[in-house]
C-alpha cells in the first residue's frame, strides 16, 4: 500500500502519531511496506481526512506532495523511470495508474501545443469526502512537479494550474528522462500488464460501476455494452464465478447509500447519486436488502 505508506509517513513527519493514526485506519504499521497489499474503499479515504486532522495541516496534501517520488506508484513508478520522455512517464501513469490506485483517474488532454494533465478522484470519494479527495488532487499535482524533477534533473513550471489539471507547453513535457533504458522498461511493461488484469470479473465490473457511473447502477444493458459484451454473456460470466449483477449492484447502493445517508438527508443522497427522486433511491435500496 505504497500511497497509504506515504500519506502516513507524511503525517509522522509533521507531528502526528503513526501508532496512532494505523490504529484509527485499522491497518497494521509493518504492512506499510508491502506493495502487494491494498487498502479497502474506506481506509484510503479516511487516510486522508484523518492525517489532516491529526496534524492541523489544511494544506497537507500539497506539502507531502513536495517530496513525492515514484515509488509512491509501485511498479509504475519503474515504467516511469525507464520512459524516453516526461510525457511517455506521465502516459504510463494514465494507463496503469489503476494498479496503484482504483480511487483516481488519470487523463492527457493535447491541443494546440499545449498538454494537460487531469487529476479525478472516483465521484464517490468526492461526494463522501470531499476534503480528503482535494488534498489528493493537491499531493498529485504537487507530485508530478515533483517526480518530473527527479526524472529530469530540471524544474518544469506548468504555464498554468487549475482545480484538478496542470497545464504545459508540450515542449516542457518532451525533455528526457534521464535514466531512460528501453531494455527495461519492456521488463516492467510485462510486469505490469499482468498485474493490471483484474482477478475476477465481478471486480472488473464493480469497478466501472464505482469509476464511470459514479456508483449509481445503470440497467444491464447499459454496462454490457460499455464492456462490449451482451447482457447474456455478461450474465453468464458472473454466474461462473458465483455471484450475479444484481448481487454486485445492490452491494454497491447499500454501501454507498450507508456512508451518504450518515451526513447527507435521502433527499440529498438521491440527488448525488444521481437518482430521479427520493422514492426512486428508496426503491433501489430496498431492492438491494
Partial sequence: MPIIRDIVYGAAAHGASMTELCKRLQIDVADLDDSEKH???????????????????????????????????????????????????FKQVCEYGRIATNMFGYKIIEKKGEVVLQYTPVAIWKQLYPNGARQAVDQAKAGTLNVFYLLSGKKVVPVREESDKLVFNRDQLLIRVLRSDQSLLRVFEELVKKKARPKTFGEQLRQLIIMEFRG????????????NMTPRTLQRRLSAE?????????????????????????????????????RAFRRAYQRAY
Avoid at 484523518?50 to 519503474?78: C, E, R, W
Avoid at 444493458?221 to 460499455?226: G, L, N, P, R, T
Avoid at 447509500?257 to 437518482?275: F, N, P, Q
Wanted: proline share 3%.
Fill in 39 to 89: 487498502a479497502g474503499f474506506e481506509t484510503a479515504c479516511r487516510s486522508w481526512e484523518l492525517a489532516v486532522k491529526m496534524t492541523g495541516d489544511t494544506k497537507f496534501g500539497l506539502h507531502i506532495g513536495q517530496s513525492t517520488n515514484p515509488s509512491i506508484m509501485g511498479l509504475v513508478g519503474y515504467l516511469m523511470q525507464n520512459s524516453k520522455t516526461l510525457l511517455d512517464a
Fill in 242 to 278: 458465483k455471484t450475479t449483477f444484481r448481487r454486485i449492484s445492490g452491494q454497491i447502493v447499500t454501501e454507498v447509500g450507508k456512508k451518504l445517508l450518515k451526513t447527507s438527508k435521502v433527499s440529498e443522497t438521491a440527488r448525488l447519486l444521481g437518482y430521479s427522486s427520493s
Fill in 216 to 227: 449509481i447502477v445503470p440497467p444491464v444493458e447499459v454496462v454490457a455494452s460499455k464492456l
